[in-house]
């Protein structure tokens, strides 16, 4: 029993030393950083990539906490961006980009998602519709400032648009099927789907790219002060975007079946397949594509034209709006 009594000091002193070492404080993981992802349009395959690189945990993994907001206001869509107090990136077309710069926001350019634009003017073969000088006599139906690309893209091709006749519509093919319109302003990746669901080999359409509208399409942008601070959150969230698009194509099925399912229950799952193979076309043309830098020639000549037909009120300042360094291998 002296024994016992003499050993109970020891035991009580060793087994206190291994809880303290069993209780011992385990690291706090750090938080992530809150960013705001402003869309310019509704939750769809159109920002597959995004929606991947969040269900993957790209962006988690980037210490990226990301809130996704999207809405189909292209004017609002850069205000939003830069008057977001978090750190925030948009997505834009990089002519309203351009002429939000000429008006004096003070946003940088970090790549592009689509190679070229995929705007475009749909309407039913079989018809008179021909060529897309054909256009320059018709009822063609536009989105908010749409008439200003027609009409510049038609003068370009050398047509007279004194019976052009251009009025905003909606985003249902109808418009062209119903024949309130002869030609509907679309995206190529988008209404286009649509209307060859419809119309099958009737659907036609004129890209814009092919007439001389040189733009880039979804370009990811940031403020100005972002970069200055936080270089590392900007390098990381364009690493984890990269990687989200890689799966969304690498996985086609399962990327729209859970937009569908966590995202947007109202798109339809044939359309969104559809619409994402074509996202590929423009996201990746060639292999080894994806992301692949914004060339300072092609804004150079959309900044050129947007002043020649008065559609920017002064000149932009190419080198400065791009921020292409942080582009992920």
């Not at 009737?202 to 100005?224: C, I, M, N, P």
């Not at 423009?282 to 900044?303: H, T, Y």
Request: include cysteine; aromatic fraction near 10%; proline fraction near 5%.
């Amino acid at each position: 029993m002296c024994l016992l009594r003499s050993l109970a000091p020891a035991v009580s002193i060793a087994v206190l030393a291994l809880t303290g070492c069993m209780t011992k404080p385990v690291a706090e993981p750090e938080p992530l950083t809150p960013v705001v992802m402003q869309l310019d349009w509704i939750y769809n395959a159109q920002f597959a990539g995004i929606f991947q690189a969040m269900e993957q945990g790209y962006f988690a993994d980037a210490g990226i906490e990301l809130e996704v907001r999207g809405g189909p206001t292209t004017d609002d869509v850069v205000r939003a961006t830069l008057e977001e107090p978090k750190i925030s990136f948009g997505s834009s077309e990089s002519n309203v980009l351009i002429a939000e710069a000429a008006e004096g926001k003070d946003l940088k350019m970090l790549g592009t998602m689509f190679q070229f634009s995929p705007m475009g003017w749909m309407y039913l073969g079989g018809g008179d519709i021909n060529e897309f000088t054909d256009l320059a006599d018709k009822n063609v139906g536009v989105h908010v400032d749409g008439w200003r690309v027609i009409k510049l893209l038609l003068q370009k091709q050398g047509a007279d648009i004194s019976n052009l006749n251009t009025f905003e519509c909606g985003y249902s093919p109808s418009v062209v099927i119903d024949g309130e319109a002869d030609a509907m302003q679309c995206y190529y990746i988008d209404e286009y789907v649509r209307f060859q669901q419809l119309e099958g080999d009737r659907a036609k359409v004129f890209l814009a790219k092919d007439f001389g509208y040189e733009a880039y399409s979804q370009v990811v942008f940031t403020a100005s002060d972002t970069i200055a601070e936080h270089p590392e959150v900007v390098a990381s969230f364009m690493k984890a975007l990269k990687m989200g698009w890689a799966y969304a194509f690498e996985n086609p099925e399962a990327t729209v079946d859970m937009l569908i399912a966590k995202y947007n229950p109202e798109l339809e799952r044939d359309y969104q397949l559809r619409s994402l193979a074509k996202i590929e076309d423009l996201m990746v043309p060639e292999p080894g594509a994806l992301f692949r830098p914004i060339k300072p020639e092609v804004l150079q000549a959309s900044v050129d034209y947007l002043i020649g037909y008065d559609l920017i009120s002064k000149s932009v300042d190419v080198d400065s709006l791009l921020a292409q360094s942080f582009l992920p291998e």
